[in-house]
């Protein structure tokens, strides 16, 4: 039937109905705030940060009369005497239940917005008072609400007398509410806050005050293992999305009244919440202000994690160095927070940004210190050479390959231009495709569904390689020089620095390509100056190297843990001196006698 | 006066800029030139040289700058000669670190033509040494220095490491007669070799920038020294390797060293590696130099930047280091202007004005004073 009438349709020309498409346009009135964030003529001011949070400010000119703001008084000081009305402010909560209900549906937009729940209730004590629990679906834990918040004020409160002379708000977080974390608020602006967190606000009627329940549950992931940063010896915890749990599992390894968690928000419209971590006396209040600083003077409409929150507080977001410490892991957070650091947490983000950093920070894996003192130090040789082989080889290849044949020895020289006989390309075209195709299987491997990724990577890796050497489009000593130049990309332990080496490699290629070894020294100055330029939150990135700087330098050579009695001095700690100069007492056999008398109280 | 986005450096930066900015002579043609003088004896040319010019160096500039901490040298001649001479003399500074940087980017990119780069003109080594430079200076002191204090052990390593490989070729016979072209000529040439130190300079140009501030001549016998380490066993070595005739022909010792490099079949032929960081090295006394040049002019003008000369002067030297029609008459300009007669800058102008200002009594404010101002 479909078939005849989509025929009858091409064939027969009929008139269409008069069907506008549907088209996204300007709205009239729509906020396109210019630089200044003054807005169009006529439109209504944005207030910078407010974001969608709906706290528009109205136009000066009052002259857009639709999208004013709904003030408060419209429903709360209904009802009251004058004088009672004027006492309440704007944003505050009446003793009026049924009024407070009206204007938090109003906020909340109840009609439209379905997934707000009002639970009006009687709270069982004499004489009955009204009700209600307002939350967000799926965001509680349900049982927690009807076990802990609902069942004790429904049902338990009937059983024992409330004291008398109290106010009802405190009747009910004294005697019948036995939720943990319960918080009192005046206005609706908490109350929505923390209704939209998850908490359930309690409003009682005849209150002047909600209650703020901490309910917040929903799904979430459980805390796994770390997915970039595993490690064959030590812990293998990795934080998850939830901010409470990532906190937590950074308290977990740092049992002091001195770790401090400072809450704050960011994004305008998301309202992202977030924690600032550090240790009171150690972390040096200067740099402990300046990200608070920073952070609280972001206007951002919108921040999803702390890979956006990064470029927006670090120093020189245009270069591509990592300038915070992005990590997945709670001992490394910890190690770092004892160091005298902070750590960024995002709710919703399960890598937490730690700052300042260095670049020698960023080479180094957390396994270093889990694994015998030697061997970590040799990982770190290792990591290093990576860097170097990921950063120079293809370059060093098209240097040798294109102006210092010399370099090579004479045997390897003729099997290499034997090779290369049959490649149409000239070296730097091979080595260009080649690094390309690289890139490519890279990020294609990424995003491949789970099971056939891996057949891909081979495919790409072994099948197209040796087609490529069969077919005489590159040369065999270029497939492995690429294979060794990616895999030594993956060997550097962090993901941001992988990324920018795996950038800067091109500019070196490109330099070697021209002017061959001088075109190198010319691009390693460049890229040394360029790092020794960056700052991460005031701390140099290659310090403790440049500039140098005395006390232990922890950069190559992993130090015992016993030796390594000063925390990072570059980053100024308030106590530089981590622990005596002879931490193993027991090596001091007689206390009192000649061997002891030294340091070992220093 | 302190010239803004100029920055602040340590010790450590400071010794190894200036060290590189002395030690790098050994590339140009420094040991043919002492083989030339001393015959055999060259190394002991150098090492009086050495010994003479470090210590001038030290006690008269290291006196200068201990008198007058906070000041750049263009500052003392203006408070020691006057309003008049003192900026005529600032002046004469300021175009003497144009032509050493000039001519150490003409000479250096020449060299860099006959060993890697036969076929490309020179000027697009000498736009891309300037485009290096400019950024260096862009970034400033500061910048510099770490990115200096970085390399610094790896260039020292890479001109030391090459001449102790040649160590087969080595033959103590080329050091004999021991004293070469005799003990009175080894001994005043070296006093007239000395003017190589009179680039303590750099050091003095830095000094006021230095955030602590040391013992009056540590610093200075620091960078003296390291100098004639690198120097001294260029000459030395290079002696042990080539014979004298052999020796004051070549000039690219180094390169002529580093290319005899052999331990079997595979580690042969090295030398790009080496050259690289001696580019590197060389590429750090340009962008002192241009960099002493552009802050010393913007003193002198009482300006406060000196980022927008960056352009115009980059422009100007790469004029000025196109003017010598060929490679030996800028190796002849070099010799004449910082080995020969160096010694007027480095030496005697800071000796007049350090006399001068101890018969006027003048003196240096000490950081403690100016914050009290």
Request: include cysteine; hydrophobic fraction near 50%.
């Amino acid at each position: 039937m479909a078939i005849w009438k989509n025929l009858l349709q091409a064939l027969i020309f009929q008139e269409p109905k008069q069907e506008e498409p549907f088209e996204l346009k300007a709205q009239q009135d729509s906020l396109v705030p210019d630089l200044n964030g003054t807005g169009k003529p006529g439109g209504s001011t944005v207030v910078p940060g407010a974001g969608c949070t709906g706290r528009q400010a109205t136009a000066a000119g009052g002259e857009n009369k639709r999208r004013q703001m709904r003030k408060p008084t419209r429903i709360t000081k209904k009802g009251l005497k004058p004088s009672q009305a004027d006492k309440l402010k704007e944003d505050e909560l009446s003793p009026n239940l049924d009024l407070n209900l009206k204007r938090l549906k109003e906020i909340l937009n109840v009609p439209l917005n379905q997934d707000v729940n009002f639970r009006e209730f009687t709270i069982g004590i004499r004489p009955p008072v009204r009700g209600a629990a307002i939350f967000m679906e799926g965001m509680a834990d349900k049982k927690l609400q009807s076990l802990g918040v609902l069942q004790p004020l429904m049902l338990l409160s009937s059983l024992g007398a409330p004291e008398p002379n109290r106010r009802i708000e405190d009747i009910v977080t004294s005697q019948l509410l036995p939720n943990n974390d319960i918080g009192m608020v005046r206005g609706f602006r908490e109350v929505v806050g923390g209704i939209v967190r998850g908490k359930t606000a309690l409003l009682v009627d005849g209150a002047m005050q909600a209650i703020i329940a901490d309910t917040i549950g929903g799904e979430h992931r459980n805390v796994e293992q770390p997915v970039a940063e595993r490690v064959l010896r030590g812990p293998h915890e990795a934080f998850n999305e939830t901010l409470k749990v990532c906190t937590a599992l950074v308290r977990k390894r740092i049992h002091s009244e001195h770790l401090i968690t400072e809450r704050f928000k960011v994004g305008g419209c998301n309202q992202l919440d977030g924690s600032l971590m550090y240790i009171d006396n150690i972390a040096n209040p200067a740099l402990v202000k300046e990200v608070r600083r920073r952070l609280r003077k972001l206007v951002i409409d919108v921040v999803t994690g702390t890979g956006a929150l990064e470029e927006l507080i670090e120093d020189n977001p245009f270069i591509f160095l990592p300038q915070t410490q992005v990590t997945e892991r709670p001992d490394r957070v910890a190690a770092s927070l004892v160091e005298g650091r902070v750590a960024i947490l995002l709710d919703g983000t399960p890598q937490v940004a730690v700052v300042p950093t260095s670049f020698w920070s960023l080479l180094q894996s957390p396994e270093d210190y889990y694994v015998r003192p030697p061997i970590g130090s040799f990982l770190r040789v290792i990591r290093l050479a990576a860097i170097l082989v990921s950063l120079l080889l293809p370059a060093v290849y098209l240097a040798v390959a294109a102006f210092h044949h010399e370099m090579i020895p004479t045997d390897l020289l003729l099997s290499i231009s034997a090779n290369r006989e049959k490649v149409p390309f000239p070296s730097v075209v091979e080595v260009a495709v080649m690094e390309f195709s690289f890139d490519l299987i890279r990020e294609a491997g990424i995003r491949i569904p789970g099971l056939i990724g891996p057949t891909l990577g081979i495919v790409g890796a072994i099948i197209l390689g040796q087609a490529a050497v069969a077919a005489s489009l590159v040369s065999p000593l270029l497939i492995i020089i690429v294979a060794l130049t990616g895999i030594s990309s993956f060997a550097i332990t962090d993901y941001n620095l992988q990324n920018a080496f795996r950038l800067h490699r091109f500019a070196y290629i490109t330099l070697a390509a021209i002017f061959g070894f001088f075109g190198i020294a010319i691009t390693l100055i460049l890229h040394l100056l360029v790092m020794a330029n960056v700052k991460s939150f005031g701390v140099p990135y290659l310090a403790p190297v440049a500039p140098r700087k005395p006390g232990e330098l922890d950069v190559l050579a992993r130090g015992l843990a016993f030796e390594q009695e000063l925390r990072p001095p570059y980053i100024y700690p308030q106590n530089v001196r981590r622990q005596p100069r002879i931490s193993r007492k027991w090596i001091l056999k007689h206390p009192k006698g000649p061997r002891g008398t030294g340091g070992a109280e220093k | 006066m302190k010239l803004s986005n100029e920055g602040k450096t340590g010790v450590p930066e400071a010794i190894a800029l200036a060290t590189m900015f002395i030690g790098v002579d050994v590339f140009s043609a420094y040991p043919a030139r002492m083989a030339d003088l001393g015959l055999s004896a060259g190394w002991m040319v150098s090492l009086v040289s050495a010994m003479v010019g470090g210590l001038l160096g030290v006690f008269i500039l290291g006196s200068l700058m201990a008198r007058f901490p906070e000041s750049s040298i263009v500052e003392i001649a203006e408070e020691v000669l006057g309003r008049w001479l003192g900026p005529v003399v600032s002046v004469g500074y300021v175009v003497f670190f144009l032509v050493l940087t000039a001519l150490t980017v003409r000479q250096y990119s020449e060299r860099i033509l006959t060993v890697f780069l036969p076929t490309t003109p020179p000027t697009a080594i000498i736009v891309f040494f300037l485009f290096v430079i400019v950024i260096g200076c862009y970034l400033g002191l500061e910048t510099m220095g770490r990115a200096a204090v970085f390399t610094f052990p790896l260039v020292f390593a890479a001109i030391l490491l090459p001449l102790f490989l040649v160590f087969p070729f080595w033959n103590h016979h080329n050091l004999f007669p021991l004293v070469g072209s005799g003990p009175t000529r080894v001994i005043s040439q070296g006093v007239i070799q000395s003017s190589l130190y009179g680039q303590l300079l750099v050091l003095a140009a830095v000094h006021p920038l230095i955030r602590v501030k040391q013992k009056k001549y540590r610093l200075w016998l620091i960078v003296a020294a390291l100098s004639a380490v690198i120097l001294v066993s260029a000459s030395l070595f290079t002696t042990m390797v080539f014979p004298v005739p052999v020796l004051r022909e070549n000039l690219f010792v180094m390169l002529q060293a580093a290319r005899l490099i052999f331990f079997g079949r595979f580690v042969q032929r090295i030398e790009p590696i080496f050259i690289s960081f001696w580019i590197i090295g060389v590429l750090f006394k340009m962008m002192a130099g241009f960099y002493i040049t552009l802050t010393l002019l913007t003193r002198v003008l009482k300006l406060q930047y000196y980022r927008p000369f960056l352009f115009p002067m980059a422009v100007i030297t790469f004029s000025l280091a196109l003017l010598p029609p060929n490679f030996m008459t800028v190796i002849n300009l070099a010799m004449a202007i910082f080995w020969d007669w160096g010694w007027i800058p480095g030496f005697a102008i800071p000796l007049l004005l350090l006399v001068m200002a101890g018969m006027r009594g003048k003196k240096g404010v000490t950081p403690g004073d100016q914050i009290q101002e």
